[in-house]
């Protein structure tokens, strides 16, 4: 089984400032996909950012950053120079592969909600 | 190109109707997962379908069913519905089941049940 755990059920940041949205994982897989996706108010969820498990780097998207470590079982994200825009849920979602053949389905841990203030 | 389409945004019934939702996934995508969100359950997998195949399925009652048409699009179908089934119902499709294969997302279908 997956869990996907996100402690921080609000965050707050000022507007041009850094933020680390936390994620913690468990899973047995053997090999994964972690994600991040952004939900506004409108409710459409928006694809972020992605790191494979077997990534020797940490994933960086523009603003967007994954501080992978993968002893810890974490995959914060990190957004640089925040932006009023960036005011919505974020969640954290993996997708695992076990010796029984793929597993489809992303599993989402229950999201932070991020204000970014002027 | 064009994204994932879900129709209707917006959806009112009554307890023990039914419901069909419909998703049109992006052009040559073939995979196509729905998902229930709801404020205190979170986003919940509900099945995955590719290729007209249902390949996974979520731990929800058999009120909830979908299938996959040949040219991709999907349709879930909720019965005898229940109040508890009010939620936004999100389409996801993707090109097919690789671990990096981000899922792309429709604005979802809120349903209401009074």
């Known amino acids: 089984a997956q869990k996907i755990t996100q402690t921080q059920p609000g965050m707050f940041v000022q507007e041009k400032e850094a933020v680390t949205l936390d994620c913690t994982y468990d899973t047995s897989d053997p090999s994964y996909g972690l994600f991040w996706y952004k939900q506004p108010s409108s409710g459409e969820m928006i694809f972020l950012i992605y790191?494979?498990?077997?990534?020797?780097q940490n994933a960086t998207e523009g603003r967007y950053s994954l501080n992978f470590q993968k002893a810890r079982k974490s995959a914060n994200l990190v957004i640089s120079a925040s932006q009023l825009g960036d005011s919505a849920m974020y969640f954290c979602a993996m997708r695992g592969f076990n010796s029984g053949g793929s597993n489809y389905k992303l599993t989402f841990g229950k999201g932070t909600l991020l204000t970014v203030n002027p | 190109k064009a994204g994932v389409t879900q129709t209707p945004r917006y959806l009112i019934k009554t307890r023990g109707q039914q419901v069909t939702l419909s998703c049109s996934p992006i052009s040559g995508h073939r995979s196509v997962s729905w998902y229930q969100q709801t404020p205190g359950q979170g986003l919940q997998f509900l099945f995955e379908y590719f290729s007209e195949t249902q390949r996974n399925k979520g731990n929800f009652p058999g009120r909830f069913s979908g299938r996959q048409f040949s040219n991709s699009r999907s349709e879930m179908n909720v019965s005898t519905l229940e109040l508890g089934d009010s939620a936004l119902y999100l389409c996801a499709s993707s090109l097919g089941g690789e671990i990096h294969n981000e899922q792309f997302f429709g604005p979802g279908t809120r349903l209401t049940v009074l």
């Open positions: 790191q494979g498990s077997y990534d020797q």
